[in-house]
């Protein structure tokens, strides 16, 4: 979660670089704010190398019925291992809810935990990061990597979470490691309930899109050529 400060000043730092009326520093300060990833700020459907069929078939289709998914509370659940493109689909879909002037929160179930702790001792975090969390789509990663216990304090925090989102009709992303009978058997019956009702279950294929990224970087750095 960033700070006011933090995006205070990335506001002055942006607005220096790039001009005061230069349309690009309002979209990214809402990205730097939404705490989404910097590689994605500017990904497009162009980018997408792996899993293609999936992001034409759902995350295509979702982004052009962002509005009728914010206000039906239509989610999506990404299970797929590392690299697979879980926070590239999340991401864009944020990028793209920004972009057409909603709000968006990224983060990971570890960093929220963080986020939680740190709002014990101070009133001006917690307030931001509930702020931050009321937004109109927000992304929650890394689901299942996290040690907690099943009965621990953030997992009932994230269980409240989602039933407050799904109760009140708000969409939520979430990214998962874990297959979806698997994360149901971590977090219990009510997630599986929510996830059979308003949540949509995209499975990656297995693979590493991340390679893609290596070859790209090796032609533009011209690494194991001669000059």
Not at 118 to 141: C, K, N, P, Y
Not at 160 to 172: C, I, N, Q, T
Not at 194 to 205: C, I, T
């Amino acid at each position: 979660m960033r700070s006011e400060v933090e995006c205070d000043a990335f506001a002055t730092a942006t607005i220096e670089q790039l001009g005061e009326d230069d349309p690009r520093c309002g979209y990214r300060l809402a990205c730097f704010e939404a705490c989404i990833p910097r590689t994605f700020w500017g990904v497009s459907g162009r980018d997408v190398t792996y899993n293609e069929a999936v992001f034409r078939a759902v995350i295509v289709r979702y982004r052009r019925r962002l509005r009728r998914a914010l206000r039906h509370g239509y989610s999506l659940l990404f299970v797929g291992d590392n690299g697979v493109g879980k926070t590239m689909f999340m991401s864009y879909l944020l990028t793209q809810a920004v972009k057409r002037g909603f709000t968006a929160y990224y983060t990971t179930l570890t960093q929220l935990d963080a986020d939680i702790k740190r709002g014990f001792r101070d009133r001006e975090a917690d307030v931001r990061l509930q702020a931050m969390l009321e937004s109109d789509f927000v992304a929650i990663d890394e689901v299942g990597k996290e040690r907690f216990k099943p009965d621990s304090f953030t997992t009932s925090q994230f269980e409240s979470f989602l039933k407050r989102r799904y109760d009140d009709g708000e969409p939520v992303l979430l990214g998962s490691n874990a297959a979806h009978d698997d994360l149901c058997k971590m977090y219990g019956a009510t997630i599986e309930s929510m996830v059979d009702g308003r949540y949509q279950v995209v499975s990656l294929e297995p693979g590493d899109c991340r390679r893609a990224h290596k070859r790209q970087m090796k032609r533009d750095m011209r690494f194991g050529k001669r000059k």
